[in-house]
């Protein structure tokens, strides 16, 4: 496709379930970014690839939080046992990787609501 | 953790004034980006300005950056009702990994 795809746009899941998300990033892209965002809040980093290896995992908010990627492709997140503070709304973006930096393209992202 | 912090949180202005958002940073940076969001959705990158440049403009938008007072201001001129957004700052910093890091954002209120 044209842009980041993120699935599902939203999802609602019950406390202690665990989700899968997805980012399809644009293609060629090597960089792969996932946030999260809570309401009214800034942006969370929380993990990042180059091609598929994630040489910065700093963000992940606990281990009950990880994500892979596929080469170049497609990237998961995982969050396992969901809590209610995992509610909000989960980013993906993507870049070409050039030395002098370049802009980052986002989904739109998937609202997560645990009830 | 967040590199940025925006000022002020939030905006609000008439249309046609013009719009100034502040963002300060702690590292050394490769680059800083500023990004809009509508409707707490996908962000859309602005503009960015590397670390040795000091100001850029693009169509309505200047972008300035002090890289001795680790800040950068966006500024919008002649503001529109559709320019009603959060805008965020974010740093790629110099050491590590290529990673945005993001600001809280300054949530812009442009009233007809």
């Known amino acids: 496709g044209a842009g980041v795809s993120q699935s599902p746009s939203n999802k609602v899941t019950e406390k202690g379930k665990d989700v899968e998300l997805r980012c399809d990033p644009i293609?060629?892209?090597?960089?792969l970014y996932w946030y999260r965002q809570r309401l009214g809040q800034g942006l969370e980093f929380l993990i990042y690839f180059q091609g598929n290896s994630a040489p910065d995992k700093s963000g992940l908010p606990s281990d009950r939080f990880s994500a892979e990627r596929t080469g170049e492709s497609v990237s998961t997140l995982t969050i396992q046992r969901t809590q209610q503070e995992d509610s909000a709304v989960y980013l993906c973006?993507?870049?070409?990787?050039?030395?002098?930096?370049?802009?980052?393209?986002f989904g739109q992202g998937t609202r997560l609501t645990v009830v | 953790s967040q590199q940025g912090e925006e000022d002020p949180q939030a905006l609000s202005i008439q249309e046609g004034e013009n719009a100034t958002m502040n963002c300060s940073y702690k590292?050394?940076?490769?680059?800083l980006q500023w990004y809009r969001q509508n409707s707490g959705r996908g962000l859309v990158h602005l503009i960015l300005?590397?670390?040795?440049?000091r100001e850029k403009h693009s169509g309505r938008l200047r972008v300035t950056l002090d890289t001795s007072k680790k800040s950068s201001s966006l500024l919008i001129t002649a503001s529109r009702a559709a320019d009603t957004a959060s805008y965020f700052c974010?740093?790629?910093?110099?050491?590590?990994?290529?990673?945005?890091?993001f600001g809280k954002g300054t949530m812009l209120l442009v009233s007809p």
């Open positions: 974010a740093t790629e910093e110099s050491s590590g990994y290529s990673t945005l890091t």
């Open positions: 973006a993507s870049s070409p990787w050039r030395r002098v930096g370049t802009e980052a393209f």
């Open positions: 293609s060629g892209h090597t960089a």
């Open positions: 590292t050394s940076i490769n680059n």
């Open positions: 300005i590397r670390s040795n440049e």
